[in-house]
C-alpha cells in the first residue's frame, strides 16, 4: 500500500528557530506538492515540483521559507526563522503530475506549533 | 483574492438525509473540479472530480454537479452516513496542464445517527 510519509508528525519550537519538514513521495511519482492547511485559507499551495524541479513557489514566503527535493525520494521544506504566525498542519503530496486532473496523494500533515 | 470559495464552515445533517457541500469559483479559466474528503490527523483523499465538459458526476452515493454559468459546483451525499462527516475541500484547476489544484477553504459535515 504506497503512500507518502511526512516527518515530524508534530512538532514544537520557539519562534526564531529553524523547523525543517520532510517528505517521502510515492514511488514513481514525479510531482510533489507542500501545503499548509490554516483555518480562515483551508490548503494554500506553497510550492510544488515535477522532476525534483522548482516549478511554482509563488505560494510560499520567500524570506523565511525554502523548499527542496535533494533526490527523487525526498522533499523537505525549511522556515527560517519560523514565527507563530507559521502555526499551522504543513501537508506534502504526490502524483504523476502529467495533467491537472491526476490525483493527489497526501501525506497525513505535520503539525507545526510556533510559541 | 480566494478563487475557490466553500462560504459554509459547516453543516449538519441527519443520517439518511441529504448533505449538499457549495463551492463557488471566480476564474473561469478552470476546467477540472475535485472534491478531497479529510479525516482528522490525515491527509484529504481524493473523493469525485469534473470535467468543465459535464454538468453532473455521479459516484455510488456521491454526485457532483456544476454550473458553469454561475460559477458553482455541489457535492450532494445520499443517503448520508455518520462516516461521512469530516472536512470537504473543494478544489479547481486550469487548462495549463500542470497539475496545480486551488483549494477552498473546506466545509465540516457532521452526520448524526
Known amino acids: 500500500d504506497a503512500r507518502v510519509t511526512q516527518t515530524p508528525r508534530h512538532k514544537v519550537t520557539e519562534m526564531g528557530q529553524e523547523v525543517t519538514m520532510r517528505c517521502q513521495p510515492i514511488?514513481?511519482?514525479?510531482?510533489v506538492f507542500w501545503y499548509r492547511q490554516t483555518m480562515m485559507q483551508g490548503l494554500e499551495l506553497l510550492a510544488y515540483f515535477r522532476n525534483r524541479a522548482p516549478l511554482d513557489d509563488s505560494g510560499m514566503p520567500k524570506d523565511r521559507f525554502s523548499a527542496e527535493m535533494p533526490d527523487a525520494t525526498l522533499a523537505t521544506l525549511k522556515i527560517q526563522p519560523s514565527e507563530p504566525r507559521d502555526s499551522a498542519v504543513y501537508f506534502c503530496a504526490s502524483g504523476l503530475g502529467v495533467h491537472s486532473a491526476d490525483t493527489q496523494y497526501f501525506g497525513p500533515g505535520t503539525r507545526l506549533t510556533v510559541l | 483574492d480566494q478563487q475557490v470559495k466553500q462560504n459554509s464552515p459547516s453543516l449538519s445533517v441527519q443520517e439518511g438525509r441529504i448533505s449538499i457541500l457549495n463551492c463557488d469559483y471566480t476564474n473561469s479559466m478552470f476546467d477540472y473540479f475535485l472534491w478531497y474528503k479529510k479525516y482528522p490527523a490525515e491527509g484529504p483523499t481524493f473523493l469525485i472530480s469534473?470535467?468543465?465538459?459535464?454538468d453532473k458526476n455521479e459516484d455510488g452515493r456521491f454526485t457532483v454537479f456544476l454550473n458553469k454559468s454561475a460559477k458553482h459546483l455541489s457535492l450532494h451525499i445520499v443517503p448520508s452516513q455518520p462516516g461521512d462527516s469530516a472536512v470537504y475541500f473543494c478544489?479547481?484547476?486550469?487548462?495549463?496542464?500542470?497539475?496545480?489544484?486551488?483549494f477552498g477553504q473546506g466545509t465540516t459535515l457532521q452526520v448524526k445517527p
Open positions: 469534473i470535467s468543465s465538459i459535464k
Open positions: 478544489a479547481a484547476s486550469g487548462s495549463s496542464n500542470t497539475g496545480k489544484l486551488i
Open positions: 514511488l514513481g511519482h514525479n510531482t
